[in-house]
């Protein structure tokens, strides 16, 4: 895979400083890797126009070489990610917006929704090794990764960025706690990847089971809010746990590093903040949805709306890199929202009104007990029939693939305000 972000590189310098940087990309003056990502837009929106479908019919009008600045790329339209479920269900199997044969890709991964997510060959497709260097893996050393390798990427994604690094991985998926922390335990791993909470459970676990676990000293976390006492909870155990952003579509978008100040945008993306329902840039500072262009010639993403809210930092991380930061992930554009590593779409419970026709209004709440995310469906039903609770709860499992609870109420109980997930969670 040719890296666009190399314009203006030496290549021979492309190399990574161990001990200290990922690769000289990440400590070019932003001057620098301003032009050069913009000298890589210019090509890569002339590449997703002769290559992919998608984009050959939506920028149709565009001319490539006039596409050479954020003002100009500010002019194109979005894609929204909640558009996928209908652009790949119309055009299967991903609504033309690849740029490459599928039988010649990698992985095809299926997230929930359904929303296929590709995965082109390649050594660390998905650029996770920045932001697992970055959290202080090296090579040589194993990590236990706790992310499901079954349909949706994120166990992948890990895996080849440990991988790029020259790092041993334990495919450990999510579950059984006691396997786990016997598994890290045996292995002396090193470093742990998963969601936030799931580590905390692990090494609970492996407290009460006597296990020594002091081999593990550093975590990549992803995929549910790392709250404010969570970093505590690792912190008073001398635990190092960083986090990233990134989706199933796009991959790595910013991680953290050691200086706890922000979130570092990868070298390959563009990331716009953009007033919520517009392509319309918002000013440092001012929160908004997420807007990226993924850089990537075999998955094209350009102006993909992301539906996350965050904003622009000013200013440079005190770790060295020179990238733009964001604060990290502030919560939803759109009513959908991040559960455990999953979303969970208004698209979702509509089909759970479709399952049982006859209902009143749906709502899904979604809240935080003892640093665990949770699920409560509220009904209103005619009669409160624990069989129609458990049926419904059964089909919210099939259709999130997450577990949750449900309340019937009386109809005329929840408000007529449109929303069907609603999400109490103080981002901290």
């Not at 960025?161 to 598994?183: D, H, I, S």
């Not at 470093?191 to 975590?219: M, N, Q």
């Not at 992301?306 to 554009?333: E, F, H, K, V, Y």
Request: glycine share 10%.
């Amino acid at each position: 895979m040719t890296l666009p972000g190399e314009v203006g590189v030496d290549v021979m310098a492309f190399r990574r400083r161990e001990g200290e940087f990922f690769d000289v990309l990440e400590t070019r003056s932003p001057e620098a890797r301003e032009e050069a990502l913009m000298a890589a837009l210019s090509a890569h929106v002339a590449q997703a126009r002769a290559q992919a479908p998608y984009y050959a019919r939506v920028l149709q009008h565009v001319d490539p070489d006039e596409v050479n600045s954020r003002a100009a790329l500010a002019r194109l339209p979005l894609t929204r990610k909640s558009d996928l479920i209908m652009l790949q269900a119309g055009r299967p199997p991903f609504g033309e917006l690849i740029a490459i044969p599928p039988g010649r890709l990698a992985r095809i991964f299926v997230s929930p929704g359904p929303i296929y997510d590709p995965e082109a060959p390649g050594r660390d497709f998905f650029r996770f090794g920045r932001a697992l260097f970055a959290t202080g893996l090296r090579a040589g050393q194993i990590l236990h990764n706790t992310f499901s390798y079954h349909f949706t990427p994120a166990g992948a994604m890990m895996e080849n960025g440990a991988r790029a690094l020259g790092c041993a991985v334990v495919p450990a998926g999510p579950g059984n706690l006691e396997l786990q922390a016997r598994a890290i335990a045996h292995l002396r791993s090193h470093c742990y990847a998963g969601t936030p909470e799931f580590l905390k459970a692990i090494l609970e676990k492996g407290e009460e089971l006597g296990l020594d676990l002091s081999s593990l000293r550093r975590g990549h976390v992803t995929g549910g809010a790392y709250t404010a006492a969570l970093r505590t909870w690792y912190a008073e155990r001398g635990l190092t746990v960083l986090q990233s952003y990134g989706t199933a579509d796009l991959g790595l978008v910013a991680y953290e590093s050691e200086a706890r100040e922000g979130l570092i945008l990868d070298e390959f993306v563009i990331v716009e903040i953009v007033r919520p329902g517009t392509g319309e840039p918002l000013p440092e500072g001012e929160v908004g949805e997420v807007v990226v262009t993924l850089l990537v010639p075999e998955y094209p993403l350009i102006r993909f709306a992301t539906g996350d809210l965050s904003a622009i930092l000013p200013g440079q991380s005190p770790c060295g890199r020179t990238n733009m930061r964001i604060r990290g992930w502030l919560g939803r554009a759109d009513q959908a929202t991040k559960v455990r590593g999953m979303f969970v779409r208004p698209e979702q419970i509509a089909e759970l009104a479709r399952r049982f026709p006859g209902l009143g209004r749906l709502r899904l709440v979604v809240s935080r007990e003892r640093d665990h995310d949770t699920m409560t469906l509220s009904v209103e039903a005619a009669s409160p029939d624990p069989a129609l609770a458990a049926r419904l709860a059964e089909a919210l499992q099939a259709v999130t693939k997450l577990r949750g609870d449900v309340t019937l109420v009386p109809p005329g109980t929840l408000p007529n305000d449109g929303r069907v997930i609603e999400d109490l969670r103080t981002v901290e």
